[in-house]
C-alpha cells in the first residue's frame, strides 16, 4: 500500500508541472506555432525583409537587360574563336584559356596578364601556354591576339575586335 502511495504522490508532481506550464514558457520544452510565428514577424519587421519579393524581381530585371552583341560577359565559361589578325580584349578579372592554336599577350604599360597556372606575369610579345588560366588585371586593353587561328575559354567581359 506504501509503494502504490509513492507512487501516485511521485507521479502527481511530476505531472503537475507539465499541467500548469503554460505554452510557449520557459517551463514548456515544447516550441509552438504561434511562438514561431511572432518570433519570425519581428525578425522580418527588424531587418525590413517585407521587401524581398520587390528586391528579386529589380535583380531578375537588371540580369535579364544585361546582355550585350559584340562584346561578350559571363559568370559561366564560354567559348570564343578569334581568327588571323583578331583581339580578344579582355575586362579586368576575366579569366581567359588557350585551348586551342596560338596567341600572343598584349599587355599595357602597367603590366601583362597574370597566369595563374605557372603563377607568372606574362608580358607583351609572350605566347600563351595552352590549357593554363590566365587573368586579366585591369580593364586597359589586355589581352590576346593570334596570326593565325586560335580559340579560348573566356569567363568574364570581353571584346573581339579586329
Do not use: C, H
Amino acid at each position: 500500500m506504501k509503494k502504490i502511495l509513492i507512487t501516485v504522490l511521485i507521479l502527481t508532481f511530476a505531472l503537475t508541472t507539465v499541467i500548469f506550464a503554460a505554452p510557449g514558457d520557459t517551463n514548456d520544452p515544447i516550441v509552438v506555432l504561434s511562438y514561431l510565428n511572432d518570433r519570425l514577424e519581428d525578425l522580418i519587421e527588424k531587418y525590413s525583409l517585407e521587401d524581398i519579393d520587390e528586391i528579386k524581381e529589380q535583380v531578375e530585371a537588371l540580369s535579364e537587360g544585361s546582355g550585350s552583341t559584340e562584346t561578350g560577359g559571363s559568370s559561366a565559361l564560354e567559348i570564343v574563336e578569334i581568327n588571323e589578325g583578331e583581339k580578344l580584349i579582355a575586362g579586368a578579372g576575366s579569366e581567359i584559356i588557350l585551348r586551342g592554336g596560338e596567341a600572343t599577350v598584349i599587355g599595357s604599360e602597367l603590366g601583362g596578364i597574370t597566369n595563374v597556372t605557372l603563377g607568372k606575369d606574362f608580358v607583351s610579345g609572350m605566347d600563351l601556354v595552352p590549357n593554363n588560366l590566365f587573368i586579366i588585371p585591369r580593364d586597359d586593353g589586355r589581352g590576346a591576339y593570334t596570326d593565325s587561328y586560335a580559340i579560348f575559354m573566356v569567363r568574364g567581359t570581353y571584346e573581339v575586335t579586329k
